[in-house]
């Protein structure tokens, strides 16, 4: 029992790390994203040439 209830609290802890890691990893992809989209943007109104 002691082997099973100390063993919890890691699986656990290891789920909320790669939660955190797709979370921050869709953010960063979404920013991404964004950014280019801007910058696809500006170039299409010849603003950047």
Do not use: H
């Not at 802890?13 to 696809?40: A, C, E, M």
């Amino acid at each position: 029992m002691i082997a099973i209830n100390s063993g919890v609290p890691i699986i656990a802890g290891y789920y909320q790390q790669s939660n955190i890691k797709v979370l921050v990893k869709r953010s960063v992809d979404w920013l991404t994203l964004r950014f280019f989209r801007v910058v696809y943007i500006l170039k299409e109104r010849n603003y950047i040439k």
